[in-house]
């Protein structure tokens, strides 16, 4: 089974709710994606390398399933 690290992925409900309220949404058929660039002051004390690292955070609707089916 394939996961995505720790440091790639969005953890927190304000990454979350900053992307949904400040990101650009695209909308297909199968999903609706929202991506954002993140701010300076995002970053922290992160190294320079880390800083164009692509993040993932997947919302998956109850439509899909029960809570095992959506994990």
């Known amino acids: 089974m394939y996961a995505f690290p720790k440091s790639l992925r969005l ?8 992307t949904l309220d400040h990101g650009q949404k695209t909308v297909c058929r199968e999903m609706v994606l929202f ?20 993040r993932l955070g997947l919302i998956v609707s109850k439509k899909v399933g029960n809570a095992v089916e959506r994990n």
């Open 35 to 54: 991506g954002r660039v993140r701010e300076d002051d995002e970053l922290g004390q992160a190294k320079a390398e880390e800083c164009d690292d692509v």
């Open 11 to 18: 953890r927190h409900r304000t990454e979350f709710k900053r």
